[in-house]
């Protein structure tokens, strides 16, 4: 999908609303305004209303990012420490006396 400005997605709704709220009506009037080829499609005119209808915004909505969990950091520094202490020592006795599974320990 092609991304299109804030300007762009307001220019959008505003057609919209003036071609009485058809979706139809309004993929017809931004050919005037994209050319045949480069104008949003219907679907995403759908999608657009229905996140400006839901949101009062078209600007796109955050991305959530996951917060680490104070336990991978420990671990991490956990591992790392048991590594500078003994460094030939193996991944399974590792693990095994540091209470973390071999996936966690080769990960760390």
Known sequence: MERYTI????E???IYYQNQCSVRQTF??????YGVH????ESLI??????FKESG??????TPVRQQR???VENIAAVRESVHENPR????????????SRMSTCRR
């Open 70 to 72: 104070v336990k991978f």
């Open 38 to 41: 480069d104008r949003p499609t």
């Open 28 to 33: 017809r009037a931004l050919r005037q305004v």
């Open 89 to 100: 020592q193996s991944i399974p006795r590792r693990a095994q006396e540091l209470g973390l």
């Open 7 to 10: 300007e762009q997605r307001v």
């Open 46 to 51: 759908r999608r657009l209303m229905q996140k």
């Open 12 to 14: 959008i709704v505003k």
């Open 57 to 62: 915004s078209v600007a796109d909505r955050p």
